[in-house]
């Protein structure tokens, strides 16, 4: 914020400078913050707070603003006028001294600081306005319970197996259907949604890509476009593909798996939140 103070008879002002800022809040996957907040340091901002849900996090981030062309001009213009007026000042105070050499010096001299004191309050600056800082709308997290390979042994034994038709696999299905899971994963196959262009199943197995080796649970987002539906908590990679790595948020689907002995073998998720890796 800049403000101007009046000094001395000559009503000369002098210039001083904080930095304004614009502020922020993006939000990232729970576990990819440090990746987040990489990205945006890069591009000159600084994270001012961090709060951690279950599901999201939001990082509160802010830079300086670029001092405004406008304002300098305005500043420059004020500095002229300034320089301006004490020119004048000081030729109507000579003309004056000049033209009543005859009056009482003692008047003069009352006369003296009542001028200084109105040249003062003339040359005194209105207080620039504080800025509003900007941020993005608000997004909140889900409460639910996060289910995680670190922190729940049953899903953690559960991304170990081999056998992607396990039966433990259809009874964590019909044991925590609705419930949220949290993982990293890999995009092991994809093809076109039924005769959609723009839609897609996308195959999901847990860990790292592997051209060689598959097993464990089949996980797949059914049915969905790589714009929105899989709810991007960074900027959307635009493509997505085999061997592409992924943080995945989720919500285990159980209305899909009605009959026991018609089971795909697949574990279908409703997206919560997805990151590159």
């Known amino acids: 914020m800049e403000r101007e103070a009046s000094s001395g008879y ?14 922020r809040v993006v939000r990232s996957v729970r576990g990819m913050e440090n990746r987040t907040i990489s990205k945006w340091e890069k591009e000159g901002w600084e994270v001012v707070s961090q709060a951690t849900g279950k599901v999201r996090s939001e990082i509160t981030i802010r830079r300086a603003k670029p001092k405004s062309r406008l304002r300098a001009i305005a500043i420059a213009g004020s ?10 000042v000081i030729g109507v105070i000579s003309e004056q001294r000049s033209g009543n050499s005859d009056e009482d010096p003692s008047s003069a001299a009352a006369d003296g600081p009542s001028e200084q004191q109105e040249s003062s309050e003339s040359a005194a600056p209105e207080e620039a306005p504080t800025p509003t800082e900007i941020s993005e709308p608000e997004v909140s997290a889900s409460n639910d319970p996060v289910m995680t390979p670190e ?4 899903f953690g034994d559960l991304l ?12 964590f299905i019909e044991k925590h259907h609705g419930e949220t899971v949290a993982f ?15 839609r897609y199943d ?19 987002f059914k049915d969905v476009n790589l714009t929105s539906d ?14 592409d790595k992924l943080r995945i948020v989720a919500e285990v689907q159980g209305e899909i798996y009605p009959d026991p002995e018609n089971w795909n073998c ?12």
């Open 10 to 23: 000559l009503g000369a002002r002098v210039v001083s400078s904080e930095a304004e800022y614009e502020t």
């Open 79 to 88: 500095a002229a006028a300034a320089a301006l007026a004490v020119v004048i």
């Open 151 to 154: 922190g729940d042994a049953e």
């Open 160 to 171: 170990t197996l081999r056998d992607y038709c396990d039966p433990s696999i259809a009874e």
């Open 184 to 198: 990293d994963g890999n995009v092991s196959y994809m093809a076109n949604h039924e005769s959609y262009n723009t």
């Open 202 to 220: 996308i195959l999901i197995e847990a860990g790292e890509f592997s051209e060689t080796t598959s097993g464990g649970p089949a996980f797949q």
């Open 230 to 243: 899989l709810l991007w908590t960074d900027e959307n990679p635009g493509t997505l593909g085999v061997g």
């Open 266 to 277: 697949l574990i279908y998720l409703e997206p919560v939140a997805t990151a590159v890796r």
